[in-house]
């Protein structure tokens, strides 16, 4: 399985310690990490109120990736892989809690994986 998170979606697994639920639920995954959010992840780390758990997220997903960091936003990279694999039929998921990026994966019928109460995986 594919899994395809946003920036919110990566601080909030570190935030909340929650990247073993993703090998509970999914077993074997690989995470897909965009350079737009990586450098989202960068520019977060070093301000916010979020900067220690961008910090800890932009740690961990380098060392899962090797992708070097592009400007842009990664809500419009995260839809236009989505449709790429879509039209591929690969199997992927993808990780946000982004009401607006939510609303849009639905109109395009997309698995949707979101944070719940903090402490739970769950898919739209």
Known sequence: MLIIPDT???????????????????????????????????????????????????ELTSRITRIRKRKGYGDKAILKIASMLKKNKKRFIIATMDKDLIKKLKKQNMKILTIRQKKYLREI
């Open 8 to 58: 919110n979606f990566l601080i909030y697994l570190s935030k909340y310690k929650l990247w073993h639920n993703l090998e509970k639920e999914y077993g074997r995954y690989k995470l897909i990490v965009l350079p737009e959010l990586v450098y989202e992840l960068d520019k977060l780390s070093k301000r916010g109120k979020d900067k220690e758990s961008a910090l800890l997220a932009l």
